[in-house]
């Protein structure tokens, strides 16, 4: 099953409200794929806009304002360790498989819990290849980091994923 | 394409649903930028400083000015950015800073008369126009300011059983951003909406973080380590053994941890992964 991934309108905003107007659902959707929690999400969002609003005359292509909140606001999760997610802990255990395996519902839940027990960098990497639609080394552009890494960190997280999942998907 | 590759797409778009639009959002937000333009009101000395050159420090001090276009950074970068989206107030552009003469082999540094200019405000004390230092202790748990306001430190690690939860502190809304002694009292944890240290000598990037802020900052008297989130930050570390000064105020690093205190009031704090002193 495939699913479309959403039409993220390229912001040629010339105004900061046009920008979020037009792009505050696309990335929130983001944020919320990283953080797992609507309130952190918002937290998240709001904090990435600011940096935007705070760097708005420094953006010359207006074309890019979209990629440079992506960008921001992964950046922002993956070494803010304060705001969001404080409390979590990657973590090996698998959660409880009392879900029926056979339900692609359940497997999509189970999936879910799964993204929740990576480490922020491995979750970012899986959010951006498979929310975001994004090729390898734009996310690596994205996350500051080499296409080698970010090819090793999808990898393990499939792995994990694979692992909560209780057999191999592939 | 194949199942697990299906199974995550339809996940991720399962659970993140679009919500109802903010049509408030812009407008929070704008208020928020335009308090943290207040607070940071740096205007573009780093920049002027770079060009006019030859005050006294070497190019190490000097991180590489912000990227013309798209730079992608995960805090704002000193820059004098004006949206054109509403009315805001111009950044107040502060003055030139030159350098003190340092002796490079002396374990305290003054920096009263350095830093970037912000404008400091606490629940009991009113606003007042000051110049912060920033720097990372040497483990890269704690990320401090000194000015001759106020010393603070944010702590970057988990303090269990030690630090406040933002209920417990009454933080409403904002977060529990680490503890902080100025002119009135004793040192306490305070709350923040934003992170206000920037210790980092660069960015992912590359570009400089605060520039003001790190003048202090040189690689006889400092150290530089990763940071601790991210390793591709370079902080500015006050090392073991050494003491920053800004009027009153006072930091000290060692291995039991960050000191800050007020020479005037003796209050202050010591502050560690394991133990937090408040006095």
């Known amino acids: 099953m495939s699913v479309p991934s959403p039409t993220v309108e390229l912001a040629t905003a010339a105004s900061f409200e046009d920008f979020v107007a037009g792009q505050q659902g696309a990335l929130r959707r983001y944020a919320l794929a990283l953080t797992h929690s609507a309130t952190d999400a918002d937290d998240l969002l709001q904090t990435t806009l600011v940096k935007v609003y705070l760097a708005w005359d ?21 070494s803010a360790w304060r705001q969001w997610g404080r409390h979590e802990s990657p973590t ?43 090729d390898l080394a734009t996310i690596a552009d994205i996350l500051g980091i080499s296409t080698g890494t970010v090819k090793s960190q999808l990898s393990r997280a499939l792995d994990n994923l694979r692992g909560y999942l209780g057999s191999d998907q592939s | 394409m194949n199942d697990l590759d299906d199974l995550i797409r339809s996940s991720l778009h399962e659970h993140t649903s679009d919500g109802a639009p903010d049509d408030t959002l812009a407008e929070r937000v704008e208020t928020t930028g335009r308090r943290v333009r207040r607070q940071r009101r740096v205007a573009g000395a780093a920049l002027a400083l770079a060009v006019v050159g030859g005050l006294g420090w070497g190019t190490t001090l000097i991180p590489r000015p912000v990227q013309p276009g798209i730079v992608a950074s995960p805090s704002p970068v000193p820059t004098s950015p004006r949206p054109t989206s509403s009315a805001t107030p111009s950044p107040t552009s502060s003055t030139t800073l030159f350098r ?44 401090c300011t000194i000015s001759t306001e106020f010393a603070n430190c944010n702590n970057h690690v988990e303090m269990p059983g030690i630090e406040p939860t933002r209920e417990q502190l009454g933080c409403d809304d904002v977060l529990v951003a680490g503890v902080e002694v100025n002119s009135k009292g004793r040192g306490a944890w305070y709350c923040s909406g934003d992170q206000n240290q920037f210790p980092q000598l660069n960015g992912p ?36 053994g050494k003491t920053l000064i800004a009027g009153d105020f006072s930091c000290t690093t060692a291995t039991s941890g960050v000191t800050c205190s007020n020479s005037r009031t003796h209050h202050g704090f010591r502050i560690s992964q394991a133990e937090l002193k408040l006095f």
């Open chain 2, 100 to 143: 003190p003469n340092w002796d490079p082999t002396a374990t305290t540094r003054d920096v009263s008369t350095v830093g970037e200019q912000i404008e400091y405000s606490a629940a009991d004390v009113t606003p007042r126009d000051t110049r912060a230092n920033f720097f990372a202790s040497p483990s890269g748990k704690f990320w």
């Open chain 1, 58 to 78: 420094r953006i010359d292509d207006r074309s890019r304002l979209t990629a440079f909140a992506r960008t921001t606001m992964s950046r922002s999760y993956v």
């Open chain 2, 205 to 240: 990037d590359g570009s400089g973080m605060s520039v003001d802020g790190t003048l202090w900052w040189d690689a006889e008297f400092g150290q530089t380590r990763p940071g601790l989130q991210d390793p591709t930050y370079t902080l500015a570390v006050l090392p073991y």
């Open chain 1, 92 to 134: 090996a255990e698998p959660p409880d498989l009392s879900i029926s395996r056979t339900n692609p519902i359940d497997e999509r839940d189970l999936i879910w819990r799964g993204l929740e027990r990576l480490g922020r960098r491995q979750r970012a990497v899986v959010v951006l290849r498979y929310l975001e639609d994004l």
